[in-house]
């Protein structure tokens, strides 16, 4: 073999060896996601029968968070509530019951409910009972404040109004229908 041939011969090989080394010494651009990372997407823990009451400064209770299950996922600080039921209490008022299917939370003091969330409570000086339906809500617990866009629909003893969209102060006992809103009275015998 001559001199050139050597030459080539030994340029090939650091060529080859420069890709070697360019192709597996280098970590790949898009490695595939961490252990940490995968398991982010399975509850950090669990509670069954989960129980959480919040007081007032005086030390009166404020509100009370139960549900079958909860979940924290860490990715997001999230909260899930299966089968969630909230008890809301004010002085000298009737307690308001919010449950739904289910809820999900990033901050406990906004919970958003969806499936079936009824609302049960008392209006009014004479207590009338109040039965409220809707497919999803999101409620502000600190706040005694609730409100929705989907259609929404309560009931007393006498009335049954149909709305689109509804805000509900608890706290002032006030109800805000915001669209499309039909109404029925029925009168006692």
Same mark, same amino acid.
């Given at each position: 073999m001559t001199q050139n041939n050597w030459r080539g011969i030994g340029l090939l090989l650091i060529l080859l060896v420069l890709v070697f080394i360019q192709h597996f010494g280098q970590k790949p651009r898009h490695a595939p996601p961490s252990a940490s990372l995968v398991q982010n997407k399975s /509850? =950090?823990? %669990?509670i069954e029968k989960f129980s959480s009451s919040v007081f007032n400064a005086d030390g009166s209770l404020k509100y009370i968070i139960e549900a079958n299950r909860l979940d924290h996922f860490p990715t997001g600080d999230t909260t899930e509530l299966q089968q969630p &039921? $909230?008890? &809301?209490? #004010? /002085?000298?008022? /009737? %307690?308001?019951f $919010? #449950?739904?299917q289910t809820g999900q939370s990033t901050q406990m003091d906004v919970i958003e409910l969806a499936g079936d969330v009824t609302i049960f409570g008392e209006?009014? %000086? #004479?207590r009338t009972p109040v039965k409220m339906l809707a497919e999803n809500l999101t409620l502000h617990? =600190? !706040?005694?404040?609730?409100?929705t866009q989907d259609q929404v629909t $309560?009931? %007393?003893t006498s009335d049954t109004i149909r709305s689109l969209g509804l805000q509900a102060d608890f706290a002032n006992d006030s109800l805000k229908f915001m669209s499309k809103v !039909?109404?029925?009275h029925v009168t006692p015998h």
């Open positions: /509850p =950090d823990y %669990t &039921l $909230i008890k &809301l209490f #004010q /002085p000298n008022k /009737p %307690t308001w $919010i #449950q739904a209006t009014g %000086t #004479q617990v =600190d !706040r005694k404040y609730a409100e $309560i009931a %007393t !039909r109404a029925k």
